[in-house]
């Protein structure tokens, strides 16, 4: 069974500029989970999606948003880029959203800002 | 609002030696409580999670963590490291009850495994 899949893996882009990446969640799962994990500020909630519904949204400016397809695959979009938003953002998928369910991880994308 | 503290940001320690993490977290309702693992440039992994019932609870890789509820704890212990355990450990929240599955991270621990 194939694992949370994060694409692309590295990515550098200029400030200014926006950028879309890409949650492929595993088969079945329906709930799609963002984080954004750096070193100052660790690992922060970013949003959640639900059968193409965000359901719960973290404390992060509206250049950050996502959006889940029909078959559960989530992107995620930053624009106007920072150099603050650098960061390793992750993808966790699970089952049915439900808080006592095992949330999967990907590998993450690191986005670098310059 | 949830929270989670993990007071040391490393542990270094000596392969086959026990090591304990700890983890303090602050709720106002109740939680599940989970310890996930990073190795470098990668995901996280669900080492164990706590829901309800025993308070101890094991995990994978010898892994153990106990729910102290009167303390707010769940500090994660191993009795023997290996090398392979070298990596960063996390903690951390949910509540059970409220909108949404958002959980609440620690800042993470550093564990050094050495020879």
């Known amino acids: 069974k194939a694992g949370v899949t994060q694409t692309p893996r590295y990515l550098i882009k200029t400030r200014g500029q926006q950028v879309t990446l890409s949650c492929s969640p595993i088969s079945g799962h329906r709930s799609v989970s963002w984080y954004q994990q750096t070193p100052g500020q660790g690992l922060q909630f970013l949003f959640e999606?639900?059968?193409?519904?965000?359901?719960n949204k973290g404390n992060f400016p509206g250049r950050f948003s996502g959006r889940q397809f029909s078959n559960s695959r989530s992107e995620m979009n930053v624009s106007t880029l920072e150099l603050g938003d650098s960061a390793l953002y992750l993808c966790?998928?699970?089952?049915?959203?439900?808080?006592?369910?095992?949330?999967?991880f990907g590998q993450g994308t690191r986005l670098t800002v310059v | 609002a949830q929270s989670v503290t993990q007071l040391d940001s490393q542990v270094p320690v000596f392969e086959e030696a026990p090591v304990e993490l700890r983890c303090n977290y602050s709720?106002?309702?109740?939680?599940?409580l989970f310890w996930y693992v990073q190795y470098p440039n990668q995901g996280l992994q669900l080492l164990l999670k706590y829901l309800s019932g025993s308070t101890l609870v094991k995990g994978i890789n010898g892994f153990e963590a106990e729910f102290n509820k009167s303390q707010t704890s769940f500090h994660l212990r191993k009795p023997s490291v290996h090398i392979s355990d070298t990596a960063e450990y996390f903690c951390?929240?949910?509540?059970?009850?409220?909108?949404?599955?958002?959980?609440?991270f620690g800042t993470g621990t550093q564990l050094k495994v050495e020879l």
């Open positions: 999606y639900f059968s193409e519904t965000q359901r």
């Open positions: 966790a998928s699970s089952l049915d959203g439900q808080r006592n369910t095992e949330a999967f």
């Open positions: 951390a929240v949910i509540a059970n009850t409220g909108g949404g599955n958002k959980l609440t």
């Open positions: 709720s106002s309702v109740s939680v599940y």
